[in-house]
């Protein structure tokens, strides 16, 4: 059981728009900072989106982070078939002492 | 460019110890926390430990903490995972990655994550 809840699955068209949640509790995400991770099978995680809405250099503006209260957002634009992977979010828990993830959700483009 | 290449992995019988490390590179090693995590067959990721920049903090997942130690050698830019009294349930690829910052008090982001390796516990 994930500290961190996310949907298992998301799906939509390419060129949509797609939005994932991460819901939290205060001592995770409604008092520290969200990353997400995005996952090929087989191959380790790449950071998309840290400090909760901050892009790494040469991730492309499609890829947007929010939140808000104990909960955070992922959200990806102009999907492309290249987009689906599993996506996992992640914080620091102040009261477990650990870093805690979502369970991840596995994004399709049909 | 920036590298971190984990090794160590293997078939290991339960209650038998194992020694994973990461070697890094293309990046100034002192500076950054260091994290291990996990992921076992089909399943999502679990964060095992971290180790602050200078190794003087750590922390760890309950589910490892009194079994795994973390630790790092600066001058040889190294990270080092020992797992002691293994559990079949430790099977998973085993990730290093690097921290935003210092990693103490608190961690940040996982800029960085090494390709993995394969540890499985059986008998």
Redesign the interface.
């Known amino acids: 059981q994930?500290v961190l809840t996310q949907s298992p699955s998301v799906s939509a068209a390419p060129g949509q728009r797609v939005t994932i949640s991460c819901s939290g509790s205060s001592s995770n995400i409604g008092n520290?900072?969200v990353?997400w991770?995005q996952?090929f099978p087989g191959?380790?995680?790449?950071?998309l989106i840290?400090?909760s809405d901050q892009r790494?250099s040469g991730i492309p503006d499609r890829f947007s982070g929010s939140k808000s209260g104990t909960s955070a957002t992922l959200g990806i634009s102009g999907l492309q078939t290249g987009d689906e992977a599993?996506y996992?979010c992640?914080t620091?828990d102040?009261s477990?002492?650990?870093?805690?993830?979502?369970?991840?959700t596995k994004l399709t483009v049909l | 460019q920036m590298q971190l290449v984990a090794s160590g992995g293997g078939v290991v019988q339960p209650g038998r110890s194992l020694r994973l490390s990461c070697t890094a590179s293309g990046f100034t090693f002192n500076f950054h926390g260091m994290h291990w995590l996990r992921q076992a067959p089909g399943k999502g990721l679990e964060w095992v430990a971290l180790i602050s920049y200078d190794g003087r903090n750590n922390y760890y997942a309950d589910s490892v903490k009194g079994r795994f130690t973390i630790s790092r050698d600066n001058s040889e830019n190294t990270l080092f995972l020992q797992m002691n009294t293994l559990r079949p349930e430790d099977t998973a690829v085993y990730y290093c990655a690097r921290d935003r910052w210092g990693g103490f008090p608190v961690p940040a982001a996982l800029t960085y994550w090494g390709q993995g390796t394969r540890v499985i516990v059986s008998s």
Do not use: E, I
């Not at chain 1, 191959?43 to 950071?47: E, R, S």
């Not at chain 1, 477990?96 to 991840?104: D, N, S």
């Open positions: 994930s520290n900072h990353s991770y996952q191959t380790a995680p790449k950071l840290y400090d790494p599993d996992y992640g620091w102040s477990l002492r650990t870093v805690v993830f979502g369970g991840g």
